[in-house]
């Protein structure tokens, strides 16, 4: 039980990470990028490669996979996205493009790494807790500690520096910018958004996949759970993104461990189906517009 | 003319804290043409909204002869022979100006589906049949030269025009006017003071709102002036026009439509 | 291009592709009849695509799921319950006709975004859901040995058989959507696509429409995969994995909307396109996808796109 929680929680956390990035670069940019939970897959695969394939130290082999995810996440705004909203092309090829994306990173992973899932190094070996009779990774305390203290400074980031304020005026802005096309400057915040997040998924892929495994096809996995759990707190809302994000990781880790891992996915989109059928703006309740 | 009124009975609507309408209620009679005006914000456009069935009121109702259209749907709305039209007028882009009158003349069709799946001879019959009137109808409103034309193309006053072409091409017995004159130029607005009236004197009922208030004056038989979501004075024209409270209202938003013309 | 000459293109491109059809079906090899079988199964499906999204307007990509409905049902009906495949077959598109009403009702009232992503999600719950529901769907193993359709005594499992067959079912497909293209019901649904609210004013019922839409797509797409599945024997998850959710779309794209060459000329090029790159053999999938990414980017509107967009 309490392994479940620990799981539910530390997944939970990696759900948030891609949910806010999700919610954040919709504010920005109105676009749902679909291939977030890539970089998730990118920064645990590409540590391992950094790690375990070309041998680097393992704190630098961390920061090279996270360095990985974040390229991605720029070629993606600068090669796909932007493009296309120059364009003007609608919202829906958009979401074609980085669903196609998505596809193209998981399997120039799946060349490069093999298909075997693989696995790393605890970040602080021999951690582990005690409940009574079990024995929780310290890992899942490392993800959970690491996940906030990235979010609060986030929060920060976006409240009190220039860079935040710029950010926050591409969200205010983001239907005339699509209506009318962006303004120079607000590229470079948008292009910094972009790229903060996927290195943030990066991030959380690192943190993580020493408690669990990663194999290529873990970026689709992710970038759904992450999404569904970026509607079910309220798409749009960072404080949603953490509450669904840890809701739906101890929903997940339950029907894990009670019923079959075969459900786990078939039980989240059941959710997002209902969700959005009923209850679009999920617990925070911002409503969001449409584009 | 006969035919029942378009009756509204103490329309209220709330948008979160703030009033839109309140307790409005006014009546519109078929050959006849109502004018609603009111200061910005006073509620005109959320009307036509409540009426057409767009926006739901939180209490009243509105009635057409002896149906309820409170709940009903917009298209049953138009259905029944209550028409709108929107201020933003809006083309149906990608479609050319012949076809959106076509979309106007939808509820004359009456073949099914499977009908038209099996391409019954009927179905031909009754396509050949409107669109002959939907020619007419562009010939009258002098839109046939723009046939061909993507409706998105269009002038500002072709598209006002379109709009109201295609709304009458729906045969309505009630037609809702939002703003239709805003941004047309003196002698678009001499054609459509015509049109109007070529409209009640075939028996239909007309909901005039618009901001032109002159132009308001001219036409209609019968006013409601509004503001701030209630009825402050209706009735003969004339009696309104003279009334102080009406006048209050509109000192400051005549001030600020004479400096603008 | 103008309209006219895009008219003139299209009747050409029709007659070209019957063309193509019958040459195959004479003296064609065998890898070319399966190929081009393949292909008319692929059409219908993105013909349902662009009556739903071309002319409806509605952003699905839940196309695979009725897939799924007619692939499965087709299966599990003519082997666990002995059923004759037609029966099995019509069976499977009535319960996709079901599907589509119920699913249809909450979630054709989102609008844009949220439409796109609930479609997806069902998509890929359905994806997930034949993969876990071992009991049903024998699970990621899959079903084989699904019974070929037989005429009367004629057993239809022959490449050319089928063939025809598969054609004869896409042309039907065609029919269907040129005959509601050209009637007021087609002009409905663009209302509906272009201006939802007008439409309503003007006496459209927007939702029963945009039902339709989604229901008659449905009942293609649920054809489509009960004949693929009887045609290739088996069923399984893989068949509509994200890939195929993404195919469809591709197909529908890249040939571009708006008539019925568009679909097929997409079902062709993306058919094809994978043994052209067979020889690259591990990059095959990657080049392909980086293709399409590419195509679409320069390419919004689709080869044979409509004139406006």
Known sequence: MILVIAIGLATGCVYAVVAVGYSTIYRTTAVVNFAQG????????????????????????????????????????????????????????????????????????????????????????????????????????????????????????????????AMRACAASRETSALLGIASERIGAIAFTATATAALGGLGGALITPAQFTSSDAGLAYGVFGFVAAVLGGFGSLGGALIGGLLLGLIDAAVG??????????????????????????IVGEQWEES | MTGPDLVLAKITKRFGGLIAVSDLSLAVSPGSIHGLIGPNGAGKSTTIGLISGFIRPDAGSVAFGERDLTRLAPFAIAGLGVARTFQQAAPLAGLTVYENVLVGMHMRYRSGLGAVLLQMPGVARESRAIAGSAGELLDAFGLAPLAQTDAKLLTFGQLRFLEIARTIASTPKILLLDEPAAGLNQAERDRLAALIRGFRDRGIGVLLVDHDVPFVFDLCDRMTVMNFGSVIAAGDPDQVRRDPIVRDAYLGAEAEGEAAT | MSEPIRRKLERAGLVAILAVVVAVAIGGSRLAVYNFTIIALQAMVVISLNLLLGLAGQVSFAQTTFMAVGGYGSAVLTLRLGLNPWLALFISAFMSLAVALVVGRPLLRLRGHYLAMATFALALGTYSFVGAATPLTNGSIGISGVPPLALGSLSLDSPLSFYVLSWIACGLTMLVYAVIANSYIGRAMRAVATGQDV???????????????????????????????????????????????????LMLFIGGRGSNVGPILGAALLTMAPQYLAGLEQFQNLVFFVFLLVLILVWPAGIFGPVRN
């Open chain 1, 257 to 282: 461990r009670y019923l079959s891992s075969n459900y786990q996915t078939v039980i989240s989109f059941g959710i997002l189906l209902a969700l959005l059928a009923f209850r679009p703006q999920g």
């Open chain 3, 199 to 249: 439409a309503a004013a003007l006496g459209v019922n927007v939702t029963a429409y945009k039902g339709l839409a989604f229901a008659i797509a449905a009942v293609i797409a649920s054809l489509a995969g009960s004949l693929y599945v009887e045609f290739t024997s088996f069923v399984g998850p893989d068949l509509y994995d994200i890939g195929m959710v993404v195919n469809v779309f």
């Open chain 1, 38 to 165: 890539s970089y998730v897959m990118i920064g645990g695969f590409g540590t391992y490669w950094f790690y375990g394939v070309a041998h680097w130290p393992y704190p630098l082999a961390i920061l090279a996979g996270i360095a990985v995810a974040a390229l991605t996440g720029f070629v993606l705004w600068i090669a796909v996205v932007l493009p296309l909203w120059r364009r003007r092309a609608p919202s829906y090829i958009v979401l074609l493009e980085t669903i196609v994306f998505g596809v193209i990173v998981s399997t120039a992973a799946l060349l490069v790494l093999g298909p075997m899932p693989q696995t790393l190094p605890p970040w602080i070996p021999g951690f582990a807790l005690a409940f009574g009779d079990s024995r929780v990774d310290g890992q899942y305390v490392v993800v959970a500690a690491a996940t906030i203290l990235l979010l609060g400074s986030c929060s920060a980031v976006l409240r009190f520096t220039a860079l935040g304020r």
